[in-house]
């Protein structure tokens, strides 16, 4: 039991882990619906605290302590039934990509059609766009930067926090600023939130957590809310939901796309093509 296990090695724990394991013993039922950004936030930890507490206690990692823990509170109305039902963790390919695509599918029900219009709108009409994400979240927001771009958008990216910085504070009122975190509670990306605000742009954010911290610096959420993430578990969060709603983005901004702006893009793109090899 998995309840009983962290009160019996409680003592054995470090204080980090005592934390994450406090959280749990107080709030089981909201645990095996967070993801384990969501758990390290609101412990104060880490996601690396998050799995050695689990593996204290005998468990591979958080998805597996969500799935025994799900079954433990079976009883509760609102324990995850799904979750529950499983019993080992995902072992060959066939299973993960499955997961991964119910994953995916969930974020229909959380971001709709209205937002991305709304994103698209800002993007269309902003005289520059600036993207930017923490950390590995970095990979989503430069790959966005580079399609906008081809898409006929001026749009901007550094993995520098310092060179974002003082690249928002040159920027204008009218252009727009696009955070991407993953768990909404990067210090460096609400940092960058707060001088584009200070400069007079509109501030969107995609994460995935429907409570981060960052979202109080945003004029437009996007959030993805997938709470089962397979990678999760091991200290990898998957980046796969953040990357689905910039692709929504982009499938939708050309409908709003000024013709000369995505001429451009595909004039630059022709022009490019000569010196890919």
């Known amino acids: ?20 394991a406090d959280f749990i013993l107080e709030h089981p039922e909201q645990t095996v619906h967070m993801s384990m950004a969501e758990l390290s936030a609101k412990s104060g930890t880490s996601d690396a605290t998050v799995v050695r507490m689990c593996r204290h206690i005998g468990q591979s990692g958080f998805y597996q ?50 937002q991305i219009d709304e994103l698209c709108d800002a993007i269309s009409s902003a005289g520059a766009v600036y ?27 550094t993995e520098s926090v310092e060179r974002m910085m003082r690249t928002v504070l040159l920027g204008n009122e009218g252009d727009l600023f696009i955070a991407i975190s993953h768990s909404g509670e990067s210090a460096f990306t609400i940092e960058c939130m707060k001088l584009a605000r200070m400069r007079g742009m509109k501030v969107a954010l995609i994460q995935n957590s429907p409570d981060g911290t960052a979202a109080s610096q945003s004029d437009l959420t996007i959030c993805t809310n997938v709470d089962n ?31 000369e702006a995505t001429g451009a893009g595909d004039a630059a793109e022709r022009i490019l093509a000569k010196f890919k090899l």
């Open 65 to 114: 302590l969500k799935i025994n823990l799900a079954g433990e509170l079976s009883g509760a109305d609102d324990a995850p039934k799904e979750e529950a039902e499983k019993t080992e963790e995902v072992r060959d390919v066939v299973d993960f990509v499955d997961e991964v695509s119910r994953n995916l599918a969930t974020v229909s029900k959380y971001v709709s059609k209205q």
């Open 1 to 20: 039991m998995i309840l009983k296990e962290i009160r019996r090695v409680y003592s054995e724990m470090f204080e980090a882990e005592q934390k994450v």
């Open 131 to 157: 993207t930017f994400g923490w950390g590995s979240t970095y990979a989503v927001a430069f790959d966005f930067a580079h399609r906008l771009l081809r898409t006929g958008v001026r749009a901007y990216t």
């Open 229 to 259: 993430d397979i990678l999760g578990a091991w200290g990898h969060d998957s980046h796969l939901p953040e990357f689905l709603v910039c692709d929504l983005a982009l499938y939708f901004l050309r409908e709003k796309s000024a013709p």
